[in-house]
Nanobody, 124 residues
Framework: QVQLVESGGGLVQAGGSLRLSCAAP????????MGWFRQAPGKDREFVSA????????YYEDSMKGRFTISRDNAKVTVYLQMNSLKPEDTAVYYC?????????????????WGQGTQVTVSS
């Protein structure tokens, strides 16, 4: 498993922006893919976005396309999630995840390491 350290959550007004970071300290090589998921109270954990470590391929859940951007810094073994035009329905705990599989999954089952989660709250 990979230790993941998240940062960047907080409280923001609707229409605002936040940038989440997820670092994998101590890793020499990145995992095959890293993803972001979120979980609101009483709801299942849902896919937000993912990026493959060895390519520029990125993936988004449909409602996040055009608002969220995932990126990575291979040298720092860090992945970022830039979130713009935030809505109250984006309020959730956001989790970073790392996968050791070569395929990028949108299911939590495709990831074997998880961060502790960071709270994002969007006020109306």
């Amino acid at each position: 498993q990979v230790q993941l350290v998240e940062s960047g959550g907080g409280l923001v007004q609707a229409g605002g922006s936040l940038r989440l970071s997820c670092a994998a300290p101590g890793r020499t090589f990145g995992p095959y893919a890293m993803g972001w998921f979120r979980q609101a109270p009483g709801k299942d954990r849902e896919f937000v976005s993912a990026i493959h470590w060895s390519s520029t391929s990125t993936y988004y859940e449909d409602s996040m396309k055009g608002r969220f951007t995932i990126s990575r810094d291979n040298a720092k073994v860090t992945v970022y999630l830039q979130m713009n035009s935030l809505k109250p329905e984006d309020t959730a705990v956001y989790y970073c995840a790392a996968s050791s599989f070569t395929r990028v999954y949108s299911s939590p089952a495709g990831y074997d390491s998880w961060g502790q989660g960071t709270q994002v709250t969007v006020s109306s």
